[in-house]
C-alpha cells in the first residue's frame, strides 16, 4: 500500500492563480480530510468528507473548494490564490466508524505552497 | 481563542530519562484525545489516544494521562530515546472520536540528547 500520496510535493503560484492539490489514498478509507499548517501553528482542518460525494466545512475553509466523486481521491481547489494561502497541506484519512474508539488518522507528506 | 494549548515550545531530554509532554484545554465538550508525532518533511503519524471516560492510556514507552476536571493532559515517554526527537501534537475533538473535527495545538519540538 502506498498508503495517503499528495501531488506536488512543491508549488509555487503567484496572486491569483488557480490549482489543485491532488491527495489519494489506496486503503479504502471512508473518511478524508484536508489541513494547513502555518508557522508556529497546529493543523487546522480546511474541509473533510465522510464518504464519496459527501463534504463539510472545517474550520478554515474560505478560498478552498473540495469534491470526492470517488472513494480514493479527494482534491483540494484553491480558486484565487493568495499569500496568505502560502503553508502547508496535509491530506489524512481514517476508515469509516471506530475501531475501538480510535481515530487515527492516515497522514499524506505534504505539499508546501508559496503564494508570491 | 484556542482550545488545545501547548504552553512549551520546546523541550530537551537526556536519553534514558522521561520526557513529559504537556497539553491543556478549554472547551468542555472535547470528550477523545490524540497524539501526533512528527518529524520534518513528513506528514503527522498518530502515536496514542485517549477516550475521556478513561484517565490513562498505555501503549509501550508511550503514556497518556487525562485530568478532566483540570482539562489536562500529559504524554509520558519513558525511557526516551534518539529517536523520539520530533514536534508532537496534542488534538481534541467532541463526539468520542467520531467527529473528523480534531483541533490541534501549535505543537512541542522535542529533543533528545544522546
Known amino acids: 500500500n502506498a498508503g495517503v500520496t499528495q501531488t506536488p510535493k512543491f508549488q509555487v503560484l503567484k496572486t491569483g492563480q488557480s490549482m489543485t492539490l491532488q491527495c489519494a489514498q489506496d486503503m479504502n478509507h471512508e473518511y478524508m480530510s484536508w489541513y494547513r499548517q502555518d508557522p508556529g501553528m497546529g493543523l487546522r482542518l480546511i474541509h473533510y468528507?465522510?464518504?464519496?460525494?459527501?463534504?463539510d466545512q472545517g474550520e478554515v475553509p474560505n478560498g478552498y473548494n473540495v469534491s470526492r466523486s470517488t472513494t480514493e481521491d479527494f482534491p483540494l481547489r484553491l480558486l484565487s490564490a493568495a499569500p496568505s494561502q502560502t503553508s502547508v497541506y496535509f491530506c489524512a484519512s481514517r476508515p469509516g466508524g471506530l475501531v475501538g474508539f480510535v481515530n487515527e488518522q492516515f497522514f499524506g507528506p505534504g505539499t508546501r505552497l508559496t503564494v508570491l | 481563542d484556542q482550545q488545545v494549548k501547548q504552553n512549551s515550545p520546546s523541550l530537551s531530554v537526556q536519553e534514558g530519562r522521561i520526557s513529559i509532554l504537556n497539553c491543556d484545554y478549554t472547551n468542555s465538550m472535547f470528550d477523545y484525545f490524540l497524539w501526533y508525532k512528527k518529524y520534518p518533511a513528513e506528514g503527522p503519524t498518530f502515536l496514542i489516544s485517549i477516550s475521556s471516560i478513561k484517565d490513562k492510556n498505555e501503549d509501550g514507552r508511550f503514556t497518556v494521562f487525562l485530568n478532566k476536571s483540570a482539562k489536562h493532559l500529559s504524554l509520558h515517554i519513558v525511557p526516551s530515546q534518539p529517536g523520539d526527537s520530533a514536534v508532537y501534537f496534542c488534538a481534541a475533538s467532541a463526539g468520542q472520536g467520531g467527529s473528523e473535527k480534531l483541533v490541534f495545538g501549535k505543537g512541542t519540538k522535542l529533543t533528545v540528547n544522546p
Open positions: 468528507s465522510v464518504g464519496a460525494g459527501i463534504t
